[in-house]
T-cell receptor, first 117, second 113 residues
Framework: DAGVIQSPRHEVTEMGQEVTLRCKPISGHNSLFWYRQTMMRGLELLIYFNNNVPIDDSGMPEDRFSAKMPNASFSTLKIQPSEPRDSAVYFC???????????????FGPGTRLTVT | RKEVEQDPGPFNVPEGATVAFNCTYSNSASQSFFWYRQDCRKEPKLLMSVYSSGNEDGRFTAQLNRASQYISLLIRDSKLSDSATYLCAVNMGKKSSGDKLTFGTGTRLAVRP
């Protein structure tokens, strides 16, 4: 079975440009998570969706970041305008969370390595 | 104080050694605990969940100490292939944090021949 799919795998862009990261979760999973990882701050949750609805976006750094999940098989994370401090690896993860119970495993995609110059 | 804290290491150990990592968490209401493994330039992958009674999977043993608010990971007879970064993850409790996990910054392990 295909795991979580992310694209692009690498992105190099100039400051001020718009960046769109894409994620396809594992089929049948109902929760999707966007993380950012840097050496300094580690792995930080930006936002997560349950059944395509954003549940918690408290980790989104600022208004330049936005995320959507138009259907169960696709999500985007957009940065507009991008800044050098946004350089990081962005991971998407998915899991199946039965109602009323915290499920165990989140399956991570391979990540998008973003460099903003 | 960070919600989840780990010693960043690196831990440099010879093959065959036993090594232990700890991870402390700040919220006493935390409910679920996990260890993830992350290889260099790869995504994190679940290594094992941590249960109240402690659990073992081959050479790996995870334990939870609620009174002192930490979880531990013990690796026995370490192999070269164990070299990676080990991330602990905590769910703070559905009421306060829903279904999300808070990760530590990871402990790097390097096993040498």
């Amino acid at each position: 079975d295909a795991g979580v799919i992310q694209s692009p795998r690498h992105e190099v862009t100039e400051m001020g440009q718009e960046v769109t990261l894409r994620c396809k979760p594992i089929s049948g999973h109902n929760s999707l998570f966007w993380y950012r990882q840097t050496m300094m701050r580690g792995l930080e949750l930006l936002i997560y969706f349950n059944n395509n609805v954003p549940i918690d976006d408290s980790g989104m750094p600022e208004d330049r970041f936005s995320a959507k999940m138009p259907n169960a098989s696709f999500s985007t994370l957009k940065i507009q305008p991008s800044e050098p401090r946004d350089s990081a690896v962005y991971f998407c993860a998915s899991s199946f969370l039965p109602s009323g119970r915290v499920e165990d495993e989140q399956y991570f995609g391979p990540g998008t390595r973003l460099t903003v110059t | 104080r960070k919600e989840v804290e780990q010693d960043p290491g690196p831990f440099n150990v010879p093959e065959g050694a036993t090594v232990a990592f700890n991870c402390t968490y700040s919220n006493s209401a935390s409910q679920s605990f996990f260890w993830y493994r992350q290889d260099c330039r790869k995504e994190p992958k679940l290594l094992m969940s941590v249960y109240s009674s402690g659990n073992e999977d081959g050479r790996f043993t995870a334990q939870l100490n609620r009174a002192s608010q930490y979880i531990s990971l013990l690796i026995r007879d370490s192999k070269l292939s164990d070299s990676a970064t080990y991330l602990c993850a905590v769910n703070m409790g559905k009421k306060s944090s829903g279904d999300k996990l808070t990760f530590g910054t990871g402990t790097r392990l390097a096993v040498r021949p």
